[in-house]
C-alpha cells in the first residue's frame, strides 16, 4: 500500500540527515544508501507502521523476554554452570574411523537415509 500523495510529498521533502534518523530509530541500515533508496525506505516503514525501537531497553531484558514461554521462563544459557570440562587428557583413545563407526555405522543408518 502506498502512501497518499500528499505523505509522499512530504517524504520527498525532506533532508538525507532527516530520512536517515527516522530509519535508524526503527532499526533500519542506511549506509550506503540514496537519497530515493532512503525516501523508498521511509515509505515501506510508514506502509508497515514500524515503531521507533526504544534505546534503553537493556540487552539483558531483551535476553530474558525472549526466553519466556506459555509455561514460564526458560533459564539463560550464559547463566547455567556445568560440570563440563575442557580437559580431555582423561578421554580414551579413538581415531576418527571410531567415531564414523559409532555415529554413522549403526543398525538402521545407511547412506540413503543420511542423505539431506
Known amino acids: 500500500m502506498?502512501?497518499?500523495?500528499?505523505?509522499?510529498?512530504?517524504?520527498?521533502?525532506?533532508?538525507v540527515p532527516e530520512?536517515?534518523?527516522y530509519l535508524q530509530s526503527r532499526g533500519i541500515t542506511v549506509s550506503q544508501k540514496r537519497k530515493e533508496?532512503?525516501?523508498e525506505l521511509v515509505e515501506k516503514a510508514r506502509?508497515?507502521?514500524?515503531?521507533?525501537?526504544d534505546d534503553e531497553e537493556?540487552?539483558?531484558?531483551?535476553?530474558?523476554?525472549k526466553l519466556q514461554t506459555k509455561e514460564g521462563s526458560l533459564p539463560c544459557p550464559s547463566m547455567l554452570h556445568?560440570?563440563?570440562t575442557?580437559?580431555?587428557?582423561?578421554?580414551?583413545?579413538f581415531t576418527y574411523g571410531d567415531?564414523?563407526?559409532y555415529l554413522i555405522d549403526k543398525e538402521g543408518y545407511d547412506y540413503e537415509s543420511l542423505k539431506a
Open 19 to 21: 530520512l536517515k534518523s
Open 82 to 84: 556445568s560440570d563440563w
Open 47 to 53: 506502509d508497515l507502521s514500524l515503531e521507533p525501537i
Open 58 to 65: 537493556k540487552p539483558e531484558d531483551v535476553i530474558v523476554n
Open 86 to 93: 575442557s580437559d580431555f587428557s582423561d578421554f580414551p583413545n
Open 2 to 15: 502506498a502512501l497518499i500523495g500528499g505523505a509522499k510529498n512530504e517524504v520527498q521533502k525532506w533532508k
Open 99 to 101: 567415531m564414523y563407526a
Open 37 to 39: 533508496e532512503l525516501v
